[in-house]
């Protein structure tokens, strides 16, 4: 185990400013007890030679390590903290000191740094986890870090392989995909029941399935109300509310958070997840990874303006159980393989653009800003062709960012503002143009 107090001696600038950097967001006092509970548990689940542990990407269908007792590890979630703590750049060049590229995942990058340097996870570290899962929705470079991670500590590795349902493929590919998806499925049941020594029990499986199910549907009950107006939460709130669904280390402590975040809601708006007075000035939609280390970016420069973030596909792909399990494992395993194929990060150009004419309806937006992200290319592929529909069907203003979610060397404060500042004038004249403006 790492130890905590080292490193902070070691390292006495680095947790000032990443004090500083946690002060910066927007956290309850419920949301940062639960963060620090998931980092303390990581910490102390390597004391216990009994716990199995594993590290897992984000989207790998971590339900079925948990039914057989597996604790997970979030190597990218630790970076995102880390983020938000404004903290990676030197975790970030000491992996490329170790001949990482550039343009490479600066969550990897940040993660390997960190655990290469021996820090903690509370700054990005990782130790070495019994097992390591990866799956490729969406990144193939994440597939390849776990794979190359487990190769370098002798561990095991799974690996998901999750297709792509490009344009033009119908019914009939798709349900082949399902095919191949399930069953990989069925091997991973295998690989766990191999390398924790128990057998599958479907019970326990399904009923940890339920729970997930029940945790994406309150988040997005909660979610639905910043369809209203004003809306209930922004997007600077949402991207570290969602860590308990990303990571989900205790699925009944997940639900109780998100019921108490929905009950709250009720009693505020009632059921009027629509529209009342109060109107955001700009309602704006984000494409992409949010930009960890600058929630500035979010609470004052776009704020200040009076542009909120009311909806983003981002935290939108990570409820991933859209549907109560099936009736039995079969159906289940199948169900789960389709819900792969329709999250918001994995559909193709023609289904993204029928997602975001929903999204602007739904949510009566004045702008979109897509992150052109200088190092996740796959989540930046199409977004041209995005922009383009959107603009010609709807006549939206639409703002590229080209910078990064991890990496604050690819900020350029005074550019950005620029654009931001020209994006305004956009949506402003857009306004005037329909008799919206205020």
């Known amino acids: 185990m790492i130890n905590i107090t080292r490193f902070i001696i070691k390292n006495p600038k680095m947790l000032v400013e990443g004090l500083k950097g946690y002060l910066k967001q927007p956290l309850t006092p419920r949301m940062f007890q639960m963060i620090m509970q998931y980092i303390n548990r990581t910490k102390l689940m390597k004391l216990f030679p009994w716990v199995k542990t594993g590290s897992f990407t984000a989207g790998f269908p971590v339900e079925f390590a948990r039914a057989f007792g597996v604790f997970p590890y979030y190597p990218e979630a630790y970076a995102a903290l880390t983020g938000s703590a404004e903290c990676t750049l030197p975790s970030i060049e000491h992996a490329e000191s170790l001949g990482y590229s550039k343009d490479l995942c600066s969550y990897m990058k940040t993660s390997i740094g960190a655990s290469r340097l021996g820090w903690p996870e509370d700054f990005g570290g990782n130790e070495p986890t019994d097992m390591y899962f990866s799956a490729n929705p969406v990144c193939d470079t994440h597939m390849k870090w776990f794979e190359n991670d487990a190769k370098i500590f002798g561990k095991p590795h799974f690996g998901l392989d999750v297709p792509s349902l490009v344009a033009g493929e119908g019914e009939e590919r798709l349900e082949e995909y399902i095919d191949y998806v399930e069953e990989q499925l069925w091997d991973l049941i295998r690989f766990l029941e191999k390398h924790t020594g128990k057998k599958f029990n479907e019970n326990k499986f399904l009923k940890t399935i339920d729970r997930s199910a029940e945790i994406s549907r309150l988040f997005m009950d909660v979610y639905d109300y910043r369809k209203r107006f004003p809306a209930n939460r922004y997007f600077e709130w949402v991207r570290l509310y969602m860590?308990?669904?990303?990571?989900?280390?205790?699925?009944?402590?997940?639900?109780?958070?998100?019921?108490?975040?929905?009950?709250?809601?009720?009693?505020?708006?009632?059921?009027?997840?629509?529209?009342?007075?109060?109107r955001e000035k700009y309602r704006v939609a984000w494409e992409g990874i949010t930009i960890w280390y600058k929630v500035d970016l979010y609470r004052k420069v776009l704020a200040e303006k009076g542009a909120k973030i009311v909806a983003e596909s981002y935290t939108d792909s990570f409820p991933l159980r859209k549907k109560p399990a099936g009736p039995t494992v079969s159906a289940?395993?199948?169900?789960?393989?389709?819900?792969?194929?329709?999250?918001?990060?994995?559909?193709?150009?023609?289904?993204?653009?029928?997602?975001?004419?929903?999204?602007?309806?739904?949510?009566?937006?004045?702008?979109?800003?897509?992150?052109?992200?200088?190092?996740?290319?796959?989540?930046?592929?199409?977004?041209?062709?995005?922009?383009?529909?959107?603009?010609?069907?709807?006549?939206?203003?639409?703002?590229?960012?080209?910078?990064?979610?991890?990496d604050p060397r690819a900020y350029a404060e005074g550019p950005i503002n620029t654009r931001i500042d020209g994006f305004i004038e956009m949506m402003e004249a857009k306004k005037k143009r329909t008799g919206k403006a205020a």
């Open 243 to 278: 860590l308990p669904l990303v990571c989900q280390w205790n699925e009944n402590d997940a639900v109780r958070f998100y019921k108490k975040h929905l009950e709250m809601a009720k009693k505020r708006y009632g059921d009027n997840k629509v529209i009342e007075s109060g």
């Open 332 to 406: 289940t395993l199948r169900q789960m393989a389709r819900e792969f194929m329709i999250v918001p990060y994995t559909l193709n150009i023609d289904e993204r653009i029928k997602y975001f004419d929903k999204l602007i309806t739904d949510y009566d937006l004045d702008g979109i800003i897509m992150l052109a992200n200088q190092s996740c290319r796959p989540q930046s592929t199409g977004l041209q062709d995005l922009r383009d529909a959107l603009v010609e069907k709807w006549g939206i203003p639409v703002l590229m960012l080209n910078t990064d979610h991890c």
